[in-house]
T-cell receptor
Framework: EAQVTQNPRYLITVTGKKLTVTCSQN?????MSWYRQDPGLGLRQIYY???????DKGDVPEGYKVSRKEKRNFPLILESPSPNQTSLYFC????????????FGPGTRLTVL | AQSVTQPDIHITVSEGASLELRCNYS??????LFWYVQSPGQGLQLLLK??????LVQGIKGFEAEFKRSQSSFNLRKPSVHWSDAAEYFC???????????FGSGTRLSIRP
C-alpha cells in the first residue's frame, strides 16, 4: 500500500530533550516536506526537500533540522525543544513538488512541557 | 507577501444543501491553487488543483472550484453535501518553483442532519 508513515504518533517530552520524528514514504517520491498545524493558523511549512541531499527552509524553520540521506526518509529533528513547538506535525511527499499531489502522513502530536 | 485567506472559520449547512467555501489569495504571478480536506484525526487529502486553463476545475468527491483572477479568489463548491463531508477544508497556494506552499487557516464544515 502506498503510504507515508510517521513515528511516533504521539510524544510528550520536556524542554531541551532532543527528539526525532521519523517520516518514510514507499512511493519513490523525490519531494518531501514537513508542516506544523496549529489552531487558527492552518499548516505552515517547516522544511522541504526536492531530492536526496537537497533541503531548504520553509516559512517556520527556526528550532528544527532535517536531513535527506535516503530518498524514502526525511526525519525532523528538534535538538532543543521548547513549549512553543507543541503542535501537530505532518510529513508529506509527492513526485516532484507541490504542483503534484502531496500525500500526507497521519500526523505526530507533540507536547513539550 | 504571498498569503491565503479563508474568511469563514466555521460553516454549518444542512445535508443536501449546496456549499461554497471562500478562499482569497495574494500572489504576484499566476499561482498554483489547491483545496485540501482533513477529516477528523487524519492527514490531508487533495480535493483539486488549478494551474492554468479552464478556470472551473473538477475534483474528487463531487467538489469543484472556480478560479477568478479579477477577484483573486478560488472558491470551493459542492451542489449537495453529505454528512461524510464534515471536515476541515484548507485552501493553499503554491509558489517558488513549485517547492513551497502556503495554506489558509482552514474552514471547518459541519453538516446539520
Amino acid at each position: 500500500e502506498a503510504q507515508v508513515t510517521q513515528n511516533p504518533r504521539y510524544l510528550i517530552t520536556v524542554t531541551g530533550k532532543k527528539l526525532t520524528v521519523t517520516c518514510s514514504q514507499n512511493m519513490n517520491h523525490e519531494y518531501m516536506s514537513w508542516y506544523r498545524q496549529d489552531p487558527g493558523l492552518g499548516l505552515r511549512q517547516i522544511y522541504y526537500s526536492m531530492n536526496v541531499e537537497v533541503t531548504d527552509k520553509g516559512d517556520v524553520p527556526e528550532g528544527y533540522k532535517v536531513s535527506r540521506k535516503e530518498k524514502r526518509n526525511f526525519p525532523l529533528i528538534l535538538e532543543s525543544p521548547s513549549p512553543n513547538q507543541t503542535s501537530l506535525y505532518f510529513c508529506a511527499s509527492s513526485y516532484s513538488g507541490v504542483a503534484d499531489t502531496q500525500y500526507f502522513g497521519p500526523g505526530t502530536r507533540l507536547t513539550v512541557l | 507577501a504571498q498569503s491565503v485567506t479563508q474568511p469563514d472559520i466555521h460553516i454549518t449547512v444542512s445535508e443536501g444543501a449546496s456549499l461554497e467555501l471562500r478562499c482569497n489569495y495574494s500572489y504576484g504571478a499566476t499561482p498554483y491553487l489547491f483545496w485540501y480536506v482533513q477529516s477528523p484525526g487524519q492527514g490531508l487529502q487533495l480535493l483539486l488543483k488549478y494551474f492554468s486553463g479552464d478556470t472551473l476545475v473538477q475534483g474528487i468527491k463531487g467538489f469543484e472550484a472556480e478560479f477568478k483572477r479579477s477577484q483573486s479568489s478560488f472558491n470551493l463548491r459542492k451542489p449537495s453535501v453529505h454528512w461524510s463531508d464534515a471536515a476541515e477544508y484548507f485552501c493553499a497556494v503554491g509558489r517558488s518553483s513549485a517547492s513551497k506552499i502556503i495554506f489558509g487557516s482552514g474552514t471547518r464544515l459541519s453538516i446539520r442532519p
